[in-house]
């Protein structure tokens, strides 16, 4: 695993030895930092963008937000091993002046976090393939104002999920990668 593009490029990235997480793969993560670039569907860039990742796990999407110039990146990850990688890789990249690692379940995190005021630009979700509440995260972001106007939501499925997303969330573009379903929107 490593980063591919910015300050950072080149640069390898921890990854747990269990199954319980599934990183984000390089190609995937190319392919969505692509669209956000190229894709005249979308109206945002990854310079000076503020950046929620949800399950965020060993931080692959941040740090190459980060990379790329992100403002702030707030990450979002509450398995204990899997949070002991996610900070060393922050160390290794130098981007704990530029992040914020909060240890909660993401959905704690959503419904109980009243210091909510930050509007992010994107916010990446990226919950285990079997994980179906799903919408109530895009309900409570879209609810709460959580996005900004022009900002979007980044949703990783696996390609074969039959979930009907949210009516609250407008799809922009959706592509399959492998077994990777990518869901943008705002």
Do not use: W
Not at 9 to 34: H, Q
Not at 67 to 78: I, L, Y
Request: hydrophobic letters at 35%; glycine letters at 4%; a positive charge.
């Amino acid at each position: 695993m490593r980063i591919i593009a910015g300050k950072n490029k080149g640069k390898k990235i921890k990854i747990p030895n269990d199954n319980k997480t599934r990183p984000l793969r390089d190609l995937v993560k190319e392919s969505i930092f692509n669209l956000i670039e190229h894709s005249n569907k979308l109206n945002v860039q990854i310079l000076n963008c503020n950046i929620l990742d949800l399950f965020s796990g060993t931080g692959s999407f941040g740090l190459e937000c980060y990379s790329r110039g992100a403002k702030f990146v707030t990450f979002v990850e509450n398995y204990s091993e899997v949070l002991k990688i996610l900070k060393k890789n922050i160390l290794v990249l130098e981007a704990n002046k530029f992040s914020q690692v909060i240890e909660k379940n993401c959905f704690d995190y959503l419904r109980f976090d009243k210091n909510l005021k930050d509007k992010f630009d994107i916010i990446f979700l990226d919950p285990p393939y079997k994980e179906n509440k799903i919408n109530y995260l895009i309900d409570k972001i879209k609810d709460d104002k959580l996005l900004r106007d022009d900002g979007i939501i980044i949703l990783h499925r696996h390609k074969r999920d039959s979930l009907k997303i949210t009516d609250k969330l407008n799809i922009l573009d959706s592509r399959n990668y492998g077994i990777s379903k990518i869901v943008i929107g705002n």
